[in-house]
């Protein structure tokens, strides 16, 4: 039997990397820095400062790099949020805008330039059951939002 890969994101960053990691760690339960590398001898300019930061958020692993300002984040990949509750939602948004801007439909960029997408679990399971008029329904709501409200979503899928 084949080994499952293991497939983890590889951010790209200009400087910042552990910075940001520093960051996302404090704002995600059960997150931790698990490695740092440096820059050695191949890289004069830069030797002795931070090359990559391992970390995990939650029970995802993440390598974020400082590779220099060549590339910067784009809204063609995001990170997404899976929030319970309302509260998690509101948590999660206000700790990931701070110092970033709001997008819609539950998207946002952080301080960094990623972007996220904090969603509540409950309406992905409007948004992918079997009654396509309720997902309708709710997708025309969420639309006309940025930060998702639960409870909108899911009084628009009732109505």
Same mark, same amino acid.
């Given at each position: 039997?084949?080994?499952?890969?293991?497939?983890?994101?590889?951010?790209?960053?200009?400087?910042?990397?552990?910075?940001?990691?520093?960051?996302?760690?404090? /704002?995600?339960?059960?997150?931790? /820095?698990?490695?740092?590398?440096?820059?050695?001898?191949?890289?004069?300019?830069?030797?002795?400062?931070?090359?990559?930061?391992?970390?995990?958020?939650?029970?995802?692993?993440?390598?974020?790099?400082?590779?220099?300002?060549?590339?910067?984040?784009?809204?063609? /990949?995001?990170?997404?949020?899976?929030?319970?509750?309302?509260?998690?939602?509101?948590?999660?948004?206000?700790?990931?805008?701070?110092?970033?801007?709001?997008?819609?439909?539950?998207?946002?960029?952080?301080?960094?330039?990623?972007?996220?997408?904090?969603?509540?679990? +409950?309406?992905?399971?409007?948004?992918?059951?079997?009654?396509?008029?309720? +997902?309708?329904? +709710?997708?025309?709501?969420?639309?006309?939002?940025?930060?998702?409200?639960?409870?909108?979503?899911?009084?628009?899928?009732?109505?």
């Amino acid at each position: 039997m084949p080994v499952t890969p293991k497939i983890s994101p590889f951010l790209w960053f200009d400087t910042q990397a552990e910075e940001a990691a520093r960051f996302y760690v404090s /704002i995600f339960p059960g997150s931790e /820095i698990l490695g740092v590398s440096h820059y050695g001898e191949w890289d004069a300019g830069r030797r002795g400062s931070v090359l990559t930061v391992t970390f995990r958020l939650g029970r995802q692993e993440v390598v974020a790099l400082n590779g220099g300002p060549q590339f910067k984040f784009t809204e063609a /990949i995001s990170l997404a949020v899976e929030c319970e509750t309302q509260e998690e939602v509101d948590r999660y948004w206000k700790a990931l805008t701070a110092g970033g801007e709001e997008g819609p439909c539950g998207w946002l960029k952080d301080r960094y330039g990623l972007s996220w997408q904090v969603v509540p679990s +409950a309406m992905l399971r409007i948004l992918t059951g079997p009654d396509q008029k309720k +997902a309708d329904r +709710a997708m025309a709501a969420v639309m006309k939002m940025k930060k998702l409200d639960l409870a909108k979503i899911e009084a628009a899928a009732r109505s």
